[in-house]
C-alpha cells in the first residue's frame, strides 16, 4: 500500500509542472512557455511557447518583454535552397480555432541582450502583449531540451 502511494506521489510531482504550464486569457491558451540555458556572458536568447486561438476572431501577439532582456523580437527561420534565414515578425497572428507553435526551426521570441544567463531550473517572466486579449506575464521554463509531447508516436509498419 505505502509503495502504491509513492508511486502516485511521484507521478504526481512530475503532472504539477506540466499544469503550471498553461495560462489562459481570454479566448487564448498559452501553453510550454520554455527557453534553453546560455552560457554566462550569451548576448541572446531564445524562447518558444503555443498559443492557441479559441475565439472568434483573430488575435496577434504584438509585444513581449522580460526583466532579464533589454528587448525581445519575434522572428521567423525558413529554409530555402538548403539554407536557413531568418526574417523578423512584427506581430504573430493567430487565427481563431488555430494553434500556432513558437517552437525551434520556425517562429520564435530572440530575447535580445541578455542581462544575465538563462539557468536551467530558474525560470524567468515573460510578459506578453495581444491585440485583442490584453497582456499576460508567464513563467519562462528553462531547460536544455524540451519536447511537448502533442500525440502519441503512430507504430512504424
Known amino acids: 500500500m ?3 502511494s509513492c508511486v502516485f506521489l511521484v507521478a504526481g ?3 504539477l509542472p506540466a499544469a503550471a504550464q498553461r495560462y489562459d486569457l481570454g479566448t487564448l491558451t498559452i501553453t510550454h512557455p520554455w527557453a534553453r540555458p546560455t552560457a554566462p556572458g550569451m548576448p541572446m536568447g531564445v524562447a518558444y511557447l503555443t498559443i492557441t486561438n479559441n475565439g472568434k476572431v483573430p488575435d496577434a501577439l504584438v509585444a513581449a518583454s522580460t526583466p532579464v532582456a533589454t528587448r525581445v523580437e519575434f522572428h521567423q527561420t525558413s529554409i530555402a535552397d538548403g539554407m ?3 526574417r523578423p515578425l512584427r506581430e504573430i497572428v493567430v487565427a481563431p480555432g488555430q494553434t500556432v507553435r513558437v517552437e525551434p526551426g520556425g ?10 544567463a538563462l539557468v536551467t531550473g530558474k525560470p524567468v517572466p515573460l510578459t506578453l502583449e495581444f491585440r485583442v486579449a490584453g497582456r499576460t ?7 536544455a531540451q524540451f519536447a511537448p509531447v502533442t500525440e502519441a508516436p503512430k507504430p512504424e509498419k
Request: glycine letters at 0%.
Open 2 to 4: 505505502l509503495r502504491r
Open 13 to 15: 510531482v512530475f503532472v
Open 84 to 86: 536557413a534565414r531568418m
Open 107 to 116: 517562429i520564435h521570441l530572440m530575447l535580445v541582450d541578455l542581462e544575465s
Open 137 to 143: 506575464t508567464v513563467e519562462l521554463s528553462i531547460a
